[in-house]
């Protein structure tokens, strides 16, 4: 027997071969999904190589431009961006994009194929940490088309959590680890840098159920709404209800959401009076809170914009904001008793 072969054929799984396994789970599957999943792995592999080099002056710094959002974009956005986008809009898999750096859908090139899916990502959310070498990440979420044929249009990418096949997102930390989801479970990859693979690293995560962290920039406090504050009281253990959980704000979304859905907790961007423009929350529905409330659900968690479910939410516009809270199920559903109780 050659030494060198494991003996156990399941120690170490590539992220290709898991997606592979799974496929097998869907008999009529033509195996577009996981063709489409492994061009996002290679698009995060692409972006990672930048991100631990992004301290050197060539990436450094700002284009100067503005983003729709009103946010200044960095290089390494930019990087990101094209390199998802190079990835896919050639291989017939996609009827159209969305990026949280554009206004409007990206469209696939006419000398190209269009295909049956709707990819729409954040491709360096959390992107104001860059310069100081604080983790960040990209975020995904694939939907099948709604249109028949042709270029993709709104209809296909305006579609509520719901709809949503896989998504995902990678987390450029002291490793690279992508996390996703096609509605089995939820697993995670570690990038394994000396060999160019990302392996299976975190099988069936499951949120635990007794929650360690809240995560929240409480900077703001003054802003929320009376509903919002007495539910920071409450995770603060405060009224004695529960024991006062840790806080920890990284300020990049990926990276609390990761810690949380890893130990335990919840992560909430309430709606706030800071900016008469923004009553809705910060984050972005479709690009932010929709992919991530797939994977809390799918992890034993849930997400809710302080109503009701993220995933119910039928959007109306591609860069909708709606306040998240996210993590484990008693924990939201605690913030919803608590705002509807006293913002109603
Ligand atoms: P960023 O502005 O750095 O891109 O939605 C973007 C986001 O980061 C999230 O990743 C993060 O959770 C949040 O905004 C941080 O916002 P605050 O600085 O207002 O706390």
Redesign the pocket.
């Known amino acids: 027997m050659n030494m060198y072969v494991a003996e156990d054929p399941e120690q170490i799984k590539t992220i290709e071969r898991h997606i592979l396994q799974e496929q097998k789970h869907h008999p009529e599957a033509k195996g577009i999904l996981t063709d489409l999943l492994y061009d996002i792995a290679l698009a995060g592999k692409v972006i990672a190589s930048k991100t631990t080099r992004a301290g050197l002056a060539e990436i450094l710094g700002q284009t100067g431009d503005v983003n729709i ?1 009103g ?1 200044v974009v960095q290089k390494l956005d930019r990087f990101a961006d094209m390199t998802i986008y190079r990835l896919n809009d050639h291989t017939g898999r996609l009827a159209a994009l969305g990026s ?1 750096e554009h206004e409007g859908l990206l469209h696939i090139p006419d000398k190209y194929p269009t295909g049956k899916y709707v990819l729409l990502y ?1 491709p ?6 860059i310069d100081f070498n604080i983790p ?2 990209t975020i995904f979420s694939i939907y099948q088309r709604v249109t028949k044929s042709g270029p993709g249009t709104l209809l296909d990418a305006l579609q509520s959590g719901r709809n949503i096949v896989a998504s995902g997102y990678i987390i450029y930390g002291s490793s690279t680890m992508l996390v996703y989801t096609t509605g089995k479970g939820v697993h995670g990859f570690t990038l394994d840098p000396s060999v160019g693979e990302f392996l299976l690293s975190h099988p069936n995560i499951r949120i635990p159920e007794t929650p360690v962290y809240f995560s929240v ?1 409480l ?2 406090r003054k802003y929320w709404s009376e509903g919002v504050i007495r539910y920071t009281d409450y995770l603060q253990g405060v009224d004695g209800q529960i024991p006062s959980l840790s806080l920890r ?8 959401f990761h810690r949380n859905l890893l130990a335990g907790g919840v ?1 909430y ?1 309430p709606a706030d009076k800071k900016d008469p423009h923004k009553p809705h929350g ?3 529905l479709l ?2 809170a929709a992919p991530l409330a797939f994977l809390a659900e799918q992890a034993g968690g849930y997400a809710s914009d302080g109503f009701g479910s993220i995933m119910d939410i039928q959007p109306d516009d591609l860069h909708q904001r709606t306040p998240l809270f996210i993590g484990n199920s008693p924990l939201v559903e605690k913030a919803e008793e608590l705002i509807a109780h006293h913002d109603r």
């Open positions: 959002q946010e949280e954040d360096l959310d959390g992107s104001n940490n960040v990440g920039n900077g703001y704000y990284v300020g990049s979304l990926v990276a609390d992560f961007y910060k984050l972005r690009y932010e």
